[in-house]
């Protein structure tokens, strides 16, 4: 019976943070319906359990096997995935690197938005302690965008005291691969002591990657999140690196 409400109470969150989401970030991508699947597939388990519980259900004993040992199986791997992650959106970067490079995100018409400006003023902090260190601008033009995600971050950072000489443009990209790919080629080297700048939560992924393409010097430097989606950036994070890992893309 317990196990029943505990099964309930998960569903009500899962629901609510949907709606929650949904109201103050709007349906941006589809993996926000996954919370409201979640609290349907978390409710019908409470009921089954109830049931159970109750004697109104008898399900086979090799059932119930399955599922536990199927449920223990993805709770394994989703946990281990999503420790990966979170020691590296909290790990330091490495000092005096010889680049960093911030990876582009939306760009409202022609300012950055709050996430990518998180990213910035991550590359800022860095750029000022370590003063021989050049930056990597990287991202494209996407729909909305007024002007290339490069040379929105170049501006924002030339507006907060970089000098131009010390910023190069990366302005081909439109995903995290070709971020990293075309920075690699402006640079002229993979061998170069370099720093990737993300969101928290992307950082794992973001450096696995660098290294699969054969960077051999990377570290991460995690920008913050806005509070409301870090839940549902950080699950979606995990099933974006388990489906990487098993694909051997990182």
Known sequence: MISAVILWILAVIAIVYFGVYAVIIGLNNSFTYFWMLLGVVL???GTVSWMCYHGRLHLPKIVSVILLV???IFLGVFGVAEGFIIKNAVQK?????DYVVVLGARVNGRRVTLNLKYRLDV??????KNENTKVVVSGGQGKGEDITEAEAMAGYLIKNGIKSDRII????SKNTNENLQFSADLIGSKMKKTVIVSNDFHIYRAKCIAKKMGYTDVSGASAKTKPITIPNSFVREAFAVIKYKAFNQI
């Open 123 to 128: 590359a800022l902090d860095y750029l000022n």
């Open 93 to 97: 970067p490495e000092k005096n690197a």
């Open 70 to 72: 199927c449920t223990v």
């Open 169 to 172: 443009l990366e302005d081909k």
């Open 43 to 45: 409710a019908a388990a």
